[in-house]
């Protein structure tokens, strides 16, 4: 029997009871005991967990994944303004009604996105005048880009991308300022420009800087070359699943457009051809790059500077398909491949 006055309140329980009072710190033996036990395996599942975060760490590493999202909405790409340099992998959602696709221009230094604005003036005033059947005036107005135009180097992107879907471009980023922009066209203006004063048109701006990420180059199971020589190469059989192309710029020059090659990957449905597709491919063409696009996009890389790798992961159907170039004649510099996925 042990009396009233010699029961005392369980510091972990709560409870009232006679042990307690022998702790001499209103503790339950068999309760600290329990409490003990409990903190024991706690302590152990926090050190299970940290070691499966580690292999989730370890795992990422090995998955190559440094992502980077980027989002289209309407006109607008949003997404991180600053990442690390290195492999990087851009998950590109495309939520608006229109393909558009994402260049990467590397600007000169101290250069931003207010000056490439006017460079985007220039090529609207061009194009207007294009449109308007004065291919003479156009070429006189595109020679006055700014001379720094000349030091912009086009570092890739996730190319053609068609409405309401994703797409996956791995690529290497080196340090350094870049504009991201699209510059399909509706009604004969170029997503890129704007009239507006004080605002932008669709580009982002995105500076690379910081400690290089770790991440690796991904494995692909086909490779695609791309050279002003030799055009459009593809070694590796396309087959119905997931598909990682890797697409590998033997050289890269300036075409007629005042911009490089690049390579496109295309849906081609009911009877259409790369003959039919390849006009579409010039923006110089007043219905080139116009919206609505003749075909479905599945995405791609724009041009990248010789020796430059990028790697695209897509999901394929059975079907008919192109890789093609967006650039003026597509067809004529062999940057036009049509295969076919049983
Ligand atoms: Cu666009």
């Not at 999202?69 to 992998?89: A, H, N």
Request: one cysteine or more.
């Amino acid at each position: 029997m042990v009396s009233n006055s010699l029961l005392l309140y369980c510091g972990i329980c709560h409870r009232k009871n006679a042990l307690a009072s022998y702790t001499y710190c209103s503790i339950n033996i068999s309760c600290l005991m329990r409490f003990l036990s409990k903190a024991t395996s706690f302590f152990a599942l926090v050190v299970i967990l940290a070691m499966g975060c580690q292999t989730q760490e370890d795992q990422a590493e090995k998955d190559h994944v440094n992502v980077v999202e980027l989002t289209i909405d309407g006109l607008s790409i949003s997404g991180p303004d600053e990442i690390t340099p290195g492999w990087t992998t851009f998950r590109v959602r495309n939520n608006s009604e229109m393909t558009h696709f994402l260049l990467f221009d590397k600007m000169p230094d101290s250069l931003d996105v207010w000056d490439h604005k006017n460079v985007a003036a220039v090529f609207q005033e061009g194009m207007n005048l294009i449109n308007a059947g004065d291919q003479e005036a156009a070429f006189a107005t595109f020679g006055k880009l700014p001379a720094w135009y000349q030091d912009v180097v086009f570092w890739g992107g996730p190319g053609f991308i068609a409405p309401k879907s994703s797409f996956e471009l791995t690529m290497f980023v080196p340090e350094g300022r870049f504009i991201i922009e699209c510059y399909v066209k509706t009604n004969g203006v170029f997503h890129s420009y704007t009239s507006i004063e004080d605002a932008l048109g669709m580009v982002h701006q995105l500076d690379v800087t910081g400690s290089p990420s770790t991440s690796t180059s991904p494995v692909a199971n086909l490779e695609v070359s791309i050279s002003s020589t030799e055009g459009i190469q593809l070694t590796g059989t396309p087959e119905a699943g997931e598909q990682v192309f890797s697409v590998e710029f033997l050289d890269q020059i300036v075409h007629e457009s005042f911009l490089g090659h690049d390579v496109q990957l295309v849906r081609l449905d009911g009877d259409m051809t790369v003959d039919e597709l390849a006009p579409w491919m010039n923006y110089l063409n007043p219905e080139g790059l116009e919206t609505p696009a003749p075909a479905l996009f599945l995405g791609g890389v724009n041009e990248m500077p010789a020796g430059q790798t990028a790697y695209f992961k897509v999901n394929l159907d059975s079907g008919r398909y192109a890789l093609i170039a967006e650039t003026p004649n597509a067809v004529g510099k062999n940057m036009a491949l049509e295969f076919t996925v049983e």
